[in-house]
């Protein structure tokens, strides 16, 4: 024995097989004898080094027949003695045996490593569990093995730091690349497992191998270093969260020990759950945001109920410490440029009991409205803005109303002009971001607001209620209720009925309130769900008919009617037809309707998110005859109008929607008569040579269709040649072939040719097409 081992003075050579099978074959014999510690110790050793050899040969490695061997070593150690020989090596020998067969790069040793583990499962640590789970057909799979089955393993504390040890110096170094990186999502994995000794001695290992000469060594390192620095970051926020969970539990029990109405008061313990009901709002942010909402919920009511009850000195006095420390600090704490700590503080103030805000009313209300207001740099603050105008409205239902009082005291005619503004210019806020429309939440929140505070005036003090503001609400709400996204239409219609039909006493000031009620009967709304655009179009746009209301429902028609939602677009396309075909026989009415969308149109110019579904829905308007009654007049004042803003509208656009949709209007303003139509002709030309070949085609495509439509605007002797330049000419060719085709169709129709207009810094006019005249040839 003592001759052959010396064979293996060094486990790396070429004849490790040859070495290691008469060891298996000595086994069985007992001819090794396990009398003494020391007479197996350098056997197993021996083993141990031969289990993880590997090296590497040309292209190939020639450790695998040794390790296989070596496994078959392991195999007959377990069958030629009793296990209480081989208690000092079974810990030892257990772990290598599970690295083989969970990280071995060949499919023969896993399996090897897994039957000799089966020969000694019940002396090894777990061997059942760990053997169950890593049989000989589940490491067939070496990605799951590396990803899933050493998760598992490494689960039992005696085997998971061998194991990433044994990947941080064997494999993350390996020859081969895929094993390299099986390895870094390895330790990625195993990572949770033991996050302080990945932190403490992993990551300090890996970093100067980073630098190693040695490229399979860099790349390994840089994969290990990138994938537990992630696994101990996604560790860290799940330990966040867990904390901030006990913070939610900590917050009810402050909650109901106050309701309780538990001795405490003047103890230190108070100041200790007024820490942490602050620090849990300032760390909102760091919560995932599907348990935010809860946390922020249970430390605001934990507030209030702190608050009403330990806070209060006298019945209805505030102590002077806290009335002097909490709410400048909470006011300071809304400038924060975290968005979820203004949400926090936000509704913390609007929780806040009468005795704290008396005599500092009118600094948090302005404090509040600030945060209402959108700047450049926290435009994306939707939810703080949703915030903050609830927190006023709760705010107005806890001071209470007195006409005659001070603003510090109580929402007055002094303040209430103020808070009104502030919720009404919440109305307008659209904003938009990679979520979508997150502007709704604040305007859903302005809705709630406006009516809590005006059913509030109207109980209270209606005479505060002005003829301005009420008019204003209405027509806003009416604008929500006609606009696009269903949750929002419905929560304005419910608004809307609900300010309409309240009765104690009613609200004063209703623009049409008569009209109104007949329009909107009590007992019929009940069953109208507003959410279904069927049920709710064909009702909202009976208030085109009520001047009041008609420039706002329009705003938010356009929206709807040039939207995206299929059902959205057939619904309020098919109410407004409805409307307009009722009021053709009416010169009068379909005037004022004309004006009133011209005036939508002026108003909301380069508005993107509203003249280019404006735009759509004059389309659809013009082409299905909604104006018909104006074409026979020349000139009409309408087409003159609507042309001025749609040049104006595509000045300089590189807007290709905005575009295609002007495209179809002026195709269809064709149809008026007079010197509009060849201006509006001009319009569709200088399109003709657009620097876009996309628009330039798109042009060419419609203008053929509107010859088609309209043919008795083209003289019968030219109309082949013009369908024909139109048709056959290949649009998107270079500007100076499409411009001189172009011009043919000008001298074909009586139009003057647009002329190029020289720019400051020059330009080639294949480059930059004739839209730099767009709006400058005609007038």
């Not at 760390?283 to 608050?307: E, F, G, M, N």
């Not at 008919?545 to 706002?552: A, D, E, F, I, Q």
């Amino acid at each position: 024995l003592g001759e052959l081992l010396k064979y293996f003075s060094t486990c790396c050579n070429s004849h490790g097989t040859t070495h290691t099978v008469p060891l298996s074959v000595l086994l069985p014999c007992s001819l090794l004898s396990a009398a003494h510690y020391l007479c197996l110790l350098p056997v197993v050793t021996v083993i141990l080094k031969a289990l993880i050899y590997d090296e590497k040969r040309g292209a190939c490695s020639v450790g695998a027949n040794v390790r296989d061997a070596a496994c078959y070593v392991c195999w007959a150690f377990a069958r030629a003695y009793e296990p209480q020989e081989l208690k000092p090596f079974v810990t030892t020998i257990s772990s290598a045996l599970v690295i083989a067969a969970v990280f071995d790069r060949d499919v023969n040793c896993r399996r090897a490593a897994s039957v000799s583990s089966l020969v000694g499962c019940g002396t090894f640590p777990h061997g059942i569990d760990i053997l169950t789970a890593a049989d000989y057909f589940a490491v067939g799979n070496i990605s799951n093995c590396f990803l899933v089955i050493s998760v598992f393993i490494a689960g039992f504390p005696e085997y998971t730091q061998s194991m990433i040890d044994h990947l941080l110096t064997m494999k993350i170094n390996h020859w081969d690349g895929t094993i390299r990186e099986l390895s870094a999502k390895a330790l990625h994995n195993l990572a949770p497992r033991a996050p302080e000794y990945s932190a403490t001695h992993v990551l300090p290992a890996l970093l100067p191998m980073t630098l190693s000469p040695d490229l399979h060594v860099r790349h390994g390192a840089i994969l290990s270093c990138a994938e537990i620095v992630h696994a101990l970051y996604k560790l860290a926020v799940l330990w966040v969260g867990n904390v901030f969970s006990l913070f939610f539990l900590v917050c009810v029990l402050i909650e109901n020990l106050s309701l309780s109405r538990m001795p405490f008061k003047g103890d230190a313990v108070i100041d200790g759950w007024q820490w942490l009901i602050n620090d849990t709002l300032r760390s909102l942010h760091l919560i995932s945001s599907h348990s935010r909402q809860q946390i922020k919920d249970a430390a605001v009511s934990a507030l209030s109920a702190l608050c009403k009850e330990y806070y209060r000195k006298l019945p209805g006095e505030a102590g002077p410490a806290i009335e002097e420390e909490l709410i400048p600090r909470y006011l300071a704490e809304l400038q924060s440029p975290e968005a979820m700590t203004r949400c926090g503080f936000s509704s913390a103030l609007g929780t806040l009991p009468d005795f704290l805000l008396r005599g500092r009313l009118q600094q948090v209300l302005t404090g509040l409205i600030a945060v209402t207001r959108i700047s450049p740099k926290d435009v994306s603050f939707a939810e703080a803005r949703r915030d903050g105008m609830r927190a006023i409205s709760r705010i107005c239902q806890t001071v209470g109303v007195k006409e005659d009082g001070t603003p510090d005291e109580a929402m007055c005619r002094e303040n209430i002009s103020e808070v009104y503004a502030a919720l009404l210019d919440g109305m307008d806020d659209y904003t938009t971001d990679s979520r979508g429309d997150v502007g709704s939440c604040v305007r859903e929140a302005a809705m709630t607001s406006l009516m809590d505070l005006t059913l509030l005036l109207a109980q209270t003090q209606p005479t505060l209620i002005a003829a301005p503001v009420c008019e204003r609400i209405m027509c806003c709400v009416a604008q929500q209720a006609s606009e696009k996204i269903d949750r929002i239409r419905a929560h304005a219609a419910h608004v809307f009925l609900t300010l309409l039909h309240f009765d104690s006493p009613p609200i004063p000031h209703v623009p049409h309130r008569g009209e109104l009620e007949k329009l909107f009967p009590r007992s019929d709304m009940a069953s109208v769900d507003w959410k279904a655009a069927s049920q709710a179009f064909p009702l909202i746009t009976q208030l085109l008919g009520l001047p009041t209301y008609r420039y706002y429902v329009l705003l938010g028609l356009a929206v709807s009617v040039g939207g995206l939602t299929a059902s959205t677009i057939r619904h309020s396309t098919q109410s407004l037809f409805e409307y307009v075909k009722g009021i053709q026989s009416d010169p009068q009415a379909l005037g004022n309707f004309s004006e009133t969308l011209l005036q939508v149109f002026e108003d909301n110019l380069l508005n993107d998110r509203v003249s280019v579904s404006l735009l759509k829905m004059l389309n659809q308007l013009l082409a299905n005859g909604c104006f018909d009654i104006f074409t026979t007049e020349e000139n009409h004042h309408f087409c003159v109008k609507l042309l001025e803003l749609c040049k104006e509208e595509i000045k300089k656009s590189k807007d290709i929607q905005k575009l295609l949709s002007s495209i179809s209007v002026l195709c269809g303003m064709v149809q008026f008569c007079g010197d509009v139509r060849k201006k509006v002709l001009l319009q569709l030309f200088l399109l003709l040579c657009h620097s876009f070949p996309v628009i330039r085609k798109a042009a060419a495509s419609q203008v053929y269709e509107m010859v088609l439509t309209y043919s008795d605007m083209v003289d019968a002797d030219v109309l082949e040649e013009v369908m024909a330049v139109l048709s056959d000419t290949a649009w998107d060719e270079k500007l100076p072939v499409v411009r001189e085709r172009r011009n043919r169709l000008c001298d074909l129709l009586g139009v003057p040719r647009p002329q190029l207009v020289p720019k400051v810094i020059p330009v080639t006019a294949q480059h930059c097409g004739d839209n730099v005249v767009l709006m400058l040839s005609t007038s």
